[in-house]
């Protein structure tokens, strides 16, 4: 008997053969990243909670939401043409920064009927559109809440341990992104659009509730074994093409109301971050400004190559979206000319000049 199967059982040497096909396996899927890591340093995986800016389709089978657009023309942009559940016409950042970072080209849902064993390896996304840091927000668009989403990701490592065994497992939680995009709807759907909480907070007392969820939601999943997050500040809610319909006047300006409780909540947000890291060991929480970036393609648009800076590129580009941007609200000619595909989120285009900028500044932050 040679010395293998002297130190080995036949049912570990399976497991382990199955160990390196997987590896190989997720080594041809790899594609060729464009971001430029620090020295030493690979990303195993990617792995995303948030709303719609990040969805990559867990509302599809969600009958009950209105937050869902798995029908076209959203897809239209996208490999194949397909509606796939992501909020625009093509790619969200989601995808974009996997592909950035050379990990796939897709991120694919969590609930997604067909996810592979081997998608997990690799990182999956647990957003959901419609939800927010106020459980009030998900209620209102009946989307998948963030306790729920932190129940799906224990269900993945779960998974993920039955794949590639508890130490890599452990491995890849402690070296991975893991992102958090939320703010959006709470700000406007829930405290501005409905009024819903406004009988008991002010917008300061508001920010505060919101900062309290995210440190909380943060520091479980930092017990879970996140340790590299990067959490996104809420845009510029007032420049978006549907707050302009409804509260800019007859000249469509930018909401300051609602622009000023996101600079509001993006300052108690960063400041949170800066105490976590100081309290958390060897935690890399990293505040990802994305108001001042979108706010200067809006303000700048025609130097960053867009014609249309105040419309959404579905139907009038003024209310549409999700079930209302569908196949009787024909899309533009030409998306290129549009900072936004619908009337609330960013097109694939806008998108990629956001998250290469993003990962240029704050990469080296995780590491």
């Not at 930018?254 to 409780?261: P, T, Y």
Request: charged share 20%; proline share 6%; with cysteine.
């Amino acid at each position: 008997m040679g010395p293998l199967m002297k130190l080995s059982s036949p049912l570990a040497f399976c497991s382990s053969m199955l160990l390196c096909f997987i590896e190989l396996l997720l080594m041809s899927c790899k594609i060729k990243g464009v971001m430029e890591l620090p020295p030493n340093v690979s990303v195993p995986a990617v792995i995303v909670f948030g709303d719609s800016i990040m969805d990559t389709g867990n509302n599809n089978n969600n009958m009950q939401t209105w937050a869902r657009c798995n029908f076209s023309p959203y897809g239209k942009d996208f490999p194949g043409g397909i509606p796939t559940g992501r909020f625009s016409n093509g790619k969200v950042p989601s995808d974009l920064i996997v592909e950035e970072l050379g990990i796939k080209e897709f991120l694919p849902a969590y609930l997604d009927p067909n996810l592979q064993p081997h998608d997990l390896v690799t990182g999956v996304c647990f957003a959901s559109g419609g939800s927010g840091y106020d459980p009030l927000t998900s209620k209102i668009a009946t989307a998948i809440t963030l306790p729920e989403q932190i129940n799906m990701f224990k269900t993945y490592i779960e998974k993920l341990k039955s794949i590639v065994g508890e130490d890599r497992t452990n491995f890849i939680l402690a070296h991975s992104v893991f992102l958090l995009v939320q703010g959006s709807n709470d700000i406007y759907n829930t405290y501005f659009l409905s009024h819903a909480r406004q009988v008991q907070y002010d917008v300061r007392s508001y920010t505060d509730l919101l900062v309290s969820s995210a440190s909380n939601f943060l520091k479980e999943i930092y017990e879970l074994g996140a340790r590299r997050i990067g959490v996104f500040g809420a845009p510029p809610i007032g420049c978006v093409p549907f707050v302009r319909t409804v509260v800019g006047g007859i000249v469509r300006e930018c909401a300051e109301n609602q622009n000023e409780a996101c600079k509001l909540f993006n300052y108690k947000l960063s400041e949170e971050l800066d105490s976590l890291n100081k309290n958390l060991i060897n935690s890399r929480m990293v505040y990802l400004d994305v108001y001042n970036p979108l706010l200067d393609i809006i303000q700048n648009y025609q130097q960053y190559g867009y014609k249309v800076q105040d419309r959404g590129c579905c139907g009038t580009g003024e209310v549409e979206a999700a079930v209302i941007c569908n196949p009787l609200s024909p899309p533009c000619s030409d998306v290129e000319d549009y900072i936004f595909w619908d009337s609330f989120h960013p097109s694939e285009s806008a998108y990629k000049k956001l998250v290469a900028s993003l990962l240029r500044k704050h990469m080296y932050q995780f590491y």
